[in-house]
């Protein structure tokens, strides 16, 4: 094989046979001790190029074996193609296994043999007498019945299995061509009623005969077909949903009474009940299928007796929806106290579902003799009694869900029923309160609303603010729930103060008693302002409490707190009165308590409560701010700066709480805080921008002043853009177009930026720092410039970027070079373009032409030359700063 030439080593040129001691193209020296040792790496370097080819064709090619090898079928040889040194692996691999065959063959004969059976009884039965048919069919039966034992003495069970299924096809065939032949008299029988017993009678003889034969197939056919005869039972009796739900649980309660019985026999003969199921594997596998089929039937019979009962409409109704929830009610609790060596999970579902049903039907009957709208209360009040006695029972037995250390809780032992009814009742209860939640919703806000109305339009409005007595009941009942098993929970364990269970349930319990209480006197009819005074005070009643004791139990205070001081804001805003005084109270109350709790002897709770506090009365005192001001009669633009006011002086406030040791952190809520009223403020001035100007020179001012803190160095960034918009503004005002006029600004607070961030961080590069600076302000007035016909601007422009490129070149800075020498040759075009294109036209055409075809041989006869002084001059722009 011709070896080939060999090539340049820094610019690829071939060099040809003869040896040379200079390229030809880029003229590198090829002579010399340096010339030889380059050689000989770039050599080894080919070498070691062609090694790691090879290497990585060598290492797909066992990769690819070792898969064939882990792909093939158990006892395959893969023999590896000659001519090949343990390279892939050769043949082709078995891609379907002996098994997998054999059952796809099985299938589809199965299948075949029984179209044909079909085919035949349709097609060809009528030509047939009655004693030929019976004996067909009868004949096809036997054999595919008969045939299995024999199958399994030889040891072909795949094929006993399938001659199994086509056997009990061929009976449920046979029932089909009966009743089409007449048969008896049955065609004359009800077509539900025929098919009940048909069914019923396959599904038993299926499973017997899968128990005599030892068959896998027919035990989980008949147990599946048995779902069929109540159904049709009932349809031949016509019977409505309640007796549709009571075959289906009956059916379940079948499906568990066999699988009882089923479990006991195996207790005493293990060995020879797993034997008859096909082995261990299968037995588990067969009972876990029964347990999930028949407790799927059993809830969707209680569903559908369920949906019944909650919509009868009179009592006949409502009693014949108590048999299949009675019935429901007794399956839930054989499971429960019946199997005990059942699941936990499945014992805990059933009395879930018992308790389900018993919930229903007492609120199904208390719905009857209720008035109008208590309907729900009927069905909270039974579950909420439900929910107490379990918890109760829970309790007392010590099968409370214990933690370790807050974690998750262990699942407790022994203690099915008493979970399973917790569960289910607080389940229903809760599904009570989300059906009453829109009317309590509608309660609770409906004092907003309307102030909204009445601080849009300005003009108060008559209103109304009522609420049922049943949504209440039902809230009352949720609360006294969770405050029970707060207390229960708090009882049964080692330290309640750090218990999550305890905590959650008090905190909840809190936070539905506080609305239950103050919205009693809506459902009484007592006036707004008498609700609103009541919530008030008992939210500065929390608040002297806190204040007096604030480390005694502090948690469950102060949500209680939070819970009426919110609705307290909530409902004030239907007055402008009671506005101004209850959002005023909010504010010196949290200012209060930011104080109280952000001391160092306060818990941790306490502290995070204090920021929270010390954002509340920012907030609050804004909204105090605009309220007063509109209530005032002061127009939105006035109004915004007793807002911005609000602002300054929450930043002043963490200013000083920043100097108090341990408090910084109340200080971050209170500045943070502030922010929302400064929005607030510069959105309202927004239609007048004189006051937009005036407002946006007030916040930078205040930016400005937050900076000067050690910790707010940035904030001076801030303070700078908001003094450059209201500049910006003013300008607009005056009708300056100039865009100088609005640059500059920009570019100066910019370049202070940049050179103080460059002193900082020595190793800050001249594009972040003055790069944004100089193109903020030099672009836009060369854009300025090419449609300006004054001689001003270009001269000033031209001056200002040379004195940049001198500053880049004297300071060896990258970006003021750039940006000036661009700027600056931008602007001497600008100024000979009209003087060029003058020349230009007084010229011959031919003249530009040929003088484009001398530049052009000139850079090609020089450019290596060229090309180097472009390299060096690309070197020495990249060492700049």
């Known amino acids: ?132 048919r019976a004996a067909v069919l009868l004949a096809l039966t036997v054999c595919a019945l008969a045939l299995p034992r024999p199958l399994r003495q030889r040891q072909l069970t795949a094929t006993a299995e399938a001659s199994a299924a086509v056997g009990l096809a061929l009976v449920v065939l046979d029932a089909y061509a009966a009743r089409q032949a007449g048969l008896g008299g049955l065609d004359r029988a009800g077509t539900a009623g025929y098919w009940a017993v048909v069914t019923a009678l396959t599904a038993a003889g299926a499973a017997l005969y899968g128990w005599w034969q030892r068959l896998r197939l027919p035990l989980p056919a008949g147990f599946l077909m048995a779902r069929l005869p109540g159904l049709l039972a009932t349809a031949a009796l016509g019977g409505g949903a309640q007796d549709y739900a009571t075959a289906m649980i009956a059916t379940a309660a079948v499906d568990f009474a066999v699988l009882y019985a089923l479990t006991a026999h195996s207790a005493t003969e293990p060995a020879a009940f797993r034997d008859r199921l096909g082995g261990e594997r299968a037995t588990a596998t067969l009972v876990l299928g029964v347990r999930a089929v028949a407790g799927g039937w059993a809830l969707l019979g209680g569903a559908l007796a369920v949906g019944h009962a909650l919509g009868a409409s009179s009592p006949g109704e409502v009693v014949r929806a108590w048999v299949p929830l009675g019935l429901l009610t007794l399956l839930g609790g054989a499971l429960c106290r019946g199997l005990r060596a059942a699941p936990f999970a499945l014992r805990a579902v059933g009395e879930s579902v018992a308790v389900v049903a018993v919930i229903v039907a007492v609120g199904a009957g208390m719905r009857c003799v209720t008035p109008s709208g208590w309907a729900v209360a009927g069905y909270a009040g039974t579950a909420a009694l439900i929910a107490v006695w379990s918890a109760v029972s829970c309790a007392r037995g010590g099968r409370w869900p214990k933690t370790a250390n807050g974690g998750r809780p262990a699942p407790p032992t022994g203690a099915a029923a008493a979970v ?84 959650g349930l008090r905190d909840a319990a809190a936070l539905a008693a506080v609305p239950a209480l103050f919205l009693l006197p809506v459902a009484l009819g007592l006036p707004y302002a008498g609700v609103l005074a009541t919530v008030a005070a008992a939210s500065v009643i929390l608040v002297v409490d806190v204040v007096r004791r604030p480390g005694a139990a502090l948690g469950p205070r102060l949500v209680t707190l939070t819970a009426t001081g ?38 941790p709770t306490g502290h995070a409560a204090a920021r929270v506090a010390g954002a509340v009365a920012v907030l609050a005192l804004g909204v105090e701010a605009a309220a007063s001001g509109v209530t005032a009669g002061l127009p939105w633009r006035v109004t915004a700066f007793a807002v911005l006011a609000v602002a300054v002086l929450a930043a002043c406030a963490a200013a000083a709480w920043h100097r108090i040791p341990g408090r910084d952190q109340v200080s971050t809520a209170v500045e943070g805080a502030g922010y929302a009223p400064v929005a607030t403020a510069l959105a309202l001035t927004i239609p007048h921008p004189g006051a937009l100007s005036l407002a946006l020179a007030i916040t930078g001012v205040a930016g400005l002043g937050i900076a000067l803190r050690p910790d707010r160095r940035r904030a001076a960034l801030a303070g700078t853009t908001l003094l450059i918009a209201s500049s910006w503004v003013r300008l607009a005002l005056a009708d300056v177009t100039a865009p100088e006029a609005y ?5 100066a607070a910019a370049l202070v930026i940049g050179h103080r961030r460059r002193s ?53 800075l990258q970006a003021p070079l750039i940006v000036g020498g661009g700027v600056l040759i931008l602007a001497g075009l600008h100024e000979l373009a009209p003087t060029v294109a003058q020349v230009l036209g007084l010229l011959p055409r031919w003249v530009p032409l040929a003088a484009a075809g001398l530049l052009l041989l000139a850079l090609g006869a020089t450019y290596e030359k060229r090309l180097d002084e472009a390299r060096r001059l690309r070197d020495t722009v990249r060492g700049m700063g």
Do not use: K
């Open 1 to 132: 094989m011709p070896m080939e030439p060999p090539e340049c080593p820094d610019c690829g040129t071939p060099l040809g046979a003869p040896p040379l001691t200079r390229c030809v193209r880029c003229r590198l020296p090829l002579a010399g001790p340096d010339a030889f040792a380059l050689w000989q790496v770039t050599t080894e370097l080919s070498a070691l190029d062609a090694r790691r080819q090879w290497l990585v064709r060598r290492h797909g090619e066992l990769l690819a074996a070792l898969r064939a090898r882990r792909d093939a079928p158990a006892g395959a040889q893969t023999v590896a193609p000659a001519g090949e040194t343990g390279g892939a692996v050769g043949g082709s691999a078995r891609e379907v296994s002996a098994p997998s065959a054999r059952t796809a063959l099985l299938v589809i004969g199965g299948v075949l043999v029984v179209m044909a059976a079909l085919a035949f009884t349709l097609v060809s039965w009528g030509r047939l007498g009655i004693g030929g």
């Open 420 to 503: 399973g009814e917790l569960a289910a009742a607080s389940t229903v209860l809760l599904l009570a309160g989300v059906v009453v939640l829109p009317d309590l919703a509608h309660a609770l806000v409906r004092p907003a609303a309307h102030g909204m109305v009445l601080w849009y339009d300005g003009q108060p409005s008559p209103w109304n603010w009522q609420l049922a007595a049943a949504p209440l009941v039902v809230l009352w009942l949720v609360a006294s729930v969770l405050a029970a098993m707060a207390v229960l929970r708090a009882r049964t364990v080692d330290d309640r103060h750090t218990d999550r269970w305890a905590n």
């Open 566 to 603: 919110t609705l307290a804001l909530l409902w004030s805003p239907a007055d402008r009165t009671a506005v101004l005084a209850v959002w005023g109270t909010a504010a010196a109350s949290s200012a209060v308590l930011a104080h109280v709790l952000s001391a160092p002897s306060a818990p």
């Open 743 to 747: 640059t500059l600004p920009v570019t």
């Open 760 to 812: 900082r961080i020595p190793g800050t590069g001249s594009w972040p720092a003055y790069g944004a600076g100089l193109t903020a302000s030099m672009l836009p007035s060369l854009v300025a410039t090419w449609s300006d016909g004054n001689w001003v601007r270009p001269l000033l422009l031209g001056a200002a970027a040379l004195l940049v490129t001198l500053v880049g070149v004297r300071a060896d």
